[in-house]
């Protein structure tokens, strides 16, 4: 069962810069360096309008139809997930690739599963993140589905070249 002891808290100060890092990397032309796992979501802001960046953790990627599945581990809080339920069509790089991409919120129940594929995918890491973002999971796929219930997953799905 996920319950959550906490609310997680934004990162700010030093912890913020820490968090923004891989950005540079992309901006370095490094991109590379992070593989598949991570990629850079180019995206609007909601009140600005100006043009933000975040790197984010790929959750699993669909070859087939080269979809790239996300997640908000900061939940509805996180300014790129306003930001692209605000303005969905964006572009993303993964590595050296770019994409033009349309961002979909996951429903709660493919949030669930996303969650749980992840879980068995990468058992020790869903421990840790499930801490850092203040849940308590019992380890079992059910626990992994409350959790991924509980958080905003996000398809990133290719958009047709124009």
Do not use: C
Not at 13 to 23: A, E, K, N, W
Not at 36 to 50: A, E, M, P, Q
Not at 67 to 76: E, R
Not at 77 to 92: C, E, K, R, Y
Request: charged share 25%.
């Amino acid at each position: 069962m996920a319950v959550q002891t906490h609310q997680p808290k934004l990162p700010s100060g030093l912890s913020r810069l820490l968090f923004r890092m891989p950005i540079y990397l992309y901006k370095l032309r490094l991109g590379w360096l992070l593989g598949g796992r991570f990629l850079l979501l180019n995206h609007i802001g909601r009140k600005s309008g100006l043009p933000r960046q975040a790197v984010v953790e790929v959750v699993r990627h669909d070859s087939a139809s080269d979809t790239y599945i996300i997640a908000s581990g900061f939940g509805d809080q996180a300014q790129w997930f306003q930001n692209l339920m605000q303005t969905p069509d964006v572009t993303i790089q993964v590595g050296r690739r770019k994409l033009a991409v349309h961002a979909r919120r996951l429903s709660p129940d493919e949030a669930a599963d996303e969650m749980a594929d992840y879980a068995r995918r990468n058992p020790k890491a869903v421990r840790s993140l499930a801490g850092f973002m203040g849940f308590e999971v019992d380890g079992t796929e059910e626990g992994y589905r409350q959790l991924g219930e509980h958080l905003p997953f996000v398809a990133l799905e290719k958009r047709d070249a124009k």
